[in-house]
């Protein structure tokens, strides 16, 4: 089976979500490791939007850029925005050991991540104009 693009990066973003989910005990996994998967899904899902809306995806871990770039083609992304925050976990919390957790709210994030990717699975699912 060959996917396009951004199946392929909806699929990325869902498993990448999945190993999120999987450390998101904050007594066994750190805070940045849990971020780093969470980022990591977030920027792909938003990638495979923006691919699903005829755009070339820019090189960056910046989210409010990817989000900027949505709203741009009138995407409603007011319940997107808190996933923002997460652009801190693509570098700073992997290589600064003196970063202090944000001590946020996982299950929250998770359920908000589930709906960005039925989002984007719903513009996938939509037939073409």
Known sequence: ?????AEGLLMLAAADLETAEASS??????????????????EKALKAWLV?????????HDLN???RLLELHDVNIVSFRELA??????????YDPTSEPLGLDRPLFHRTLHDLL???????QKPPH
């Open 52 to 60: 699903l809306l005829g755009e070339t995806p820019p090189l960056t």
């Open 1 to 5: 089976m060959v996917l396009t693009e």
């Open 85 to 94: 925050q997460f652009t801190i976990y693509a570098v700073q919390f992997r």
């Open 65 to 67: 850029r990817l989000l």
């Open 25 to 42: 005990d904050p007594l066994i996994f750190r805070e940045g490791a849990w971020g780093f998967w969470m980022q990591q899904a977030i």
């Open 118 to 124: 039925s989002a984007v699975e719903f513009v996938l």
